[in-house]
């Protein structure tokens, strides 16, 4: 089975997932994804965050570590985005995000970010 994750219009990944059969009522919340990289500690990692994701486009998930709880998002370029997220003005001027209150409130050093 293949996957296809699109983006404002444009298609931008192609996953093919093994052993999945939709058949046996799988969902996609379901479906494991691992991750191609992993920085354990989004406040210590941040350069290196920036570094290895310039002019890369790709999905991320922020994992709130002491909730368990995560957040997906997806971009076509993953530097600029995570500038916005470090930003703690623009954090601070869209109060509605729900990832936006969730930096402000545990900080960084809460978070681990995977990408996808």
Same mark, same amino acid.
């Given at each position: 089975?293949?996957?296809v994750?699109?983006?404002?219009? &444009?298609?931008?990944?192609?996953?093919?997932? =093994?052993?999945? #059969?939709m058949? #046996?009522? =799988?969902? +996609? /919340?379901?479906?494991?994804?691992?991750?191609?990289?992993?920085?354990?500690? %989004?406040? +210590?990692?941040?350069?290196?965050?920036?570094?290895?994701?310039?002019?890369? %486009?790709?999905?991320?998930?922020?994992?709130?570590?002491?909730?368990?709880?995560?957040?997906?998002?997806s971009?076509? =370029?993953?530097? &600029?985005?995570?500038?916005?997220?470090?930003?703690?003005? *623009? +954090?601070?001027? &869209?109060?509605? /995000?729900?990832?936006?209150?969730? +930096?402000?409130?545990?900080g960084?050093?809460?978070? /681990?970010? #995977?990408? *996808?």
């Amino acid at each position: 089975m293949y996957i296809v994750i699109c983006f404002r219009g &444009h298609c931008l990944f192609l996953f093919q997932l =093994n052993n999945i #059969n939709m058949n #046996n009522n =799988n969902t +996609l /919340s379901q479906i494991k994804l691992k991750p191609v990289v992993t920085y354990t500690n %989004a406040y +210590l990692d941040k350069f290196k965050i920036y570094e290895e994701n310039i002019k890369k %486009a790709g999905i991320y998930r922020w994992n709130i570590l002491i909730t368990g709880k995560s957040y997906v998002g997806s971009s076509i =370029n993953l530097n &600029h985005r995570f500038y916005d997220y470090y930003s703690t003005i *623009l +954090l601070k001027k &869209h109060k509605t /995000s729900v990832i936006y209150k969730s +930096l402000l409130k545990y900080g960084y050093s809460k978070f /681990s970010l #995977n990408i *996808l």
